[in-house]
């Protein structure tokens, strides 16, 4: 008997390691929901996915559309939020959405595998539990779904399909969409196309390690191939190969903090906010003023990125510098062989990114990662691999799966050319044992950035006579987590509405009321001229501080204190003056 258990155990064990089974955080349990994580699924698949979710737990999980695509497929969002402990928008939400460009799509499962994760753990790991009991979470898996299911679904690379779909004349003719790419040989890649010439006359010979990789000639030396570019004929008969594909519009310029017109940043599109799924996503974001962090996901590079996009904007207020990089440090720690970088200093200029917008324009602290990093290959921080280790790579650990074998076709302008080349999920996404752990990380980094939204509590309530028959009253608002309520930023700007601390009390008059500048001398207090019971404070609650308040009132009596902030959950603590 004790065999067949051991038996039974190495089997569910088994599954569990194939992905079939997958275990939830160190737990030994059967999940309650079982999904594999060490594979990729297509636009119809994730939205499975998602009502498997909801079905699952439908306490804490539903799902609301946001609009439509430009094809008209639906724009999904899940909202996890225990109704026990409030309505979602009433608390502090994190907002993180993935694939905007359609072939960035790890993204979306990362989106998925927090959901999932936070579900399964939910009851079982205490900081899971206490997270999603007092933030929501709104999680968009896909916001291009027209270019995710594109490309999944035809002939693709690692880099096509990152437009939506809707119809654009690149090439200016009058046409279209009328010359894109051509899977010549019909493998459902678009890879690279060469032609065998004469010895001496070519550019390029195979390696002599590597069979089927081609590298470039030394001067001097002899070669028998030419490199033709990616796979394609010329459709339109212009002269051109692959000049006018499927769309070209880039959503991750559309938006409204520093956009330019597309003739200084390609594919932004006719005006900020010009396309329905960023519109729809503004528009969500625009009406929930409790979203007090957001990320999004892109790849590749194992980038945590930051604003500004471009140098022109100049510098973040240092406070919020601060915050930004005591997460940023975290998420290196957290995600090795990532760094933490500014997007037009460490990358390159992007004007009406989305976390930008998000940031200057809303006052939200907000993160890019760009998903998957070359360095995994090899586990090294300094790996700089040639592309004969990276063949080297793929035959040893994908025993050659990753590329394409060179197949012989005829094409209408070059003869006889051989395609072949890296498959479409080589190069900016992790092979499939690698998938869940790269989950895992980046949703933990989602998990940490929401864990340190704004956790504000009342404290030390001291009630103390002042001359004249009057009493002091005096309140603590502390902030337990990093993020402030309001970021340097929106103060600055005055963005959203000030924080409020607000004293009630039937028979009690509030005379006076501001922030108290010495401990001793209880009637030096920076006063607050307007409707002194309602104290206001622009710069909100900082993140791990605290904002000090002070009434003088008259009367006697009991009484509530009510702080209400737009990113931190509401709080009331009650007294008395005797």
Do not use: C
């Not at 051509?182 to 459902?188: A, K, P, R, V």
């Amino acid at each position: 008997m004790k065999h067949v258990l051991r038996k039974t155990l190495s089997f569910v064990a088994t599954l569990a390691i194939l992905g079939q089974a997958p275990l939830p955080a160190q737990r030994n349990d059967e999940p309650k929901l079982a999904i594999q994580w060490n594979r990729f699924y297509d636009a119809d698949e994730l939205v499975v996915l998602m009502n498997r979710m909801r079905d699952a737990w439908p306490r804490f999980v539903t799902m609301r559309s946001l609009g439509k695509s430009w094809e008209g497929r639906e724009l999904w969002m899940i909202v996890v939020n225990n109704p026990a402990t409030g309505e979602h928008h009433s608390k502090p939400a994190m907002y993180t959405d993935a694939n905007i460009h359609g072939n960035e799509v790890q993204g979306g499962e990362a989106n998925l595998y927090l959901v999932w994760y936070l579900m399964e753990n939910y009851g079982k790991v205490a900081r899971i539990t206490e997270l999603v009991d007092r933030a929501a979470f709104y999680v968009v898996p896909t916001v291009n779904v027209d270019g995710r299911a594109a490309w999944f679904r035809e002939a693709n690379n690692a880099s096509s399909q990152r437009a939506p779909r809707k119809p654009f004349d690149d090439d200016r003719d009058g046409l279209l969409d009328e010359d894109g790419p051509n899977d010549l040989d019909g493998d459902g890649h678009l890879t690279q196309m060469r032609k065998r010439v004469p010895p001496g006359e070519g550019d390029w010979r195979e390696s002599e390690t590597q069979p089927g990789l081609l590298e470039r000639v030394p001067q001097g030396q002899k070669g028998d191939f030419l490199l033709l570019g990616s796979e394609g004929i010329d459709d339109d008969g212009d002269g051109r190969i692959n000049e006018d594909g499927p769309g070209f519009y880039d959503m991750n310029r559309n938006w409204p903090s520093g956009w330019n017109p597309s003739y200084l940043q390609g594919g932004a599109g006719e005006y900020p906010l010009s396309h329905p799924e960023t519109r729809a996503i503004a528009d969500f974001i625009l009406a929930h003023r409790n979203i007090a962090g957001v990320q999004a996901f892109h790849n590749a590079g194992g980038m945590i990125l930051r604003g500004p996009g471009v140098a022109e904007y100049g510098e973040y207020p240092s406070p919020d510098v601060a915050v930004y990089d005591a997460l940023g440090r975290d998420g290196e720690f957290m995600l090795p062989f990532y760094r933490y970088m500014v997007i037009h200093k460490d990358l390159y200029s992007v004007s009406g990114g989305f976390v930008n917008w998000t940031y200057e324009g809303l006052g939200i602290f907000s993160f890019t990662n760009e998903m998957w990093s070359d360095a995994r290959l090899m586990q090294k921080q300094d790996a700089r691999l040639s592309e004969t280790d990276r063949a080297r790579w793929n035959d040893l650990l994908l025993f050659g799966d990753g590329r394409t074998p060179w197949t012989k076709v005829q094409h209408p302008l070059y003869g006889e050319i051989e395609v072949g080349g890296s498959r479409k999920f080589i190069g900016r996404t992790p092979p499939s044992w690698l998938i869940e752990e790269e989950l895992h990380r980046n949703a933990a980094f989602v998990a940490h950035h929401a864990w340190h939204m704004p956790l504000v509590t009342l404290e030390d309530l001291v009630v103390r006579p002042a001359p004249g028959g009057l009493h002091y009253v005096d309140v603590t608002v502390r902030n337990h987590r990093k993020l402030p309520t309001r970021s340097a930023l929106a103060a600055a700007r005055a963005i959203g509405i000030p924080d409020t601390l607000r004293f009630e009390g039937a028979g009690l008059s509030v005379v006076a009321g501001g922030e108290p500048t010495d401990r001793f001398r209880l009637e030096r207090i920076t006063l607050q001229e307007r409707d002194p019971a309602t104290l206001r404070a622009e710069r909100g609650v900082p993140g791990e501080g605290e904002w000090r308040a002070r009434w003088i009132v008259s009367g006697t009596g009991r009484f509530s204190i009510h702080y209400r902030a737009e990113k931190a959950k509401a709080a009331t603590l009650e007294g008395a003056i005797d």
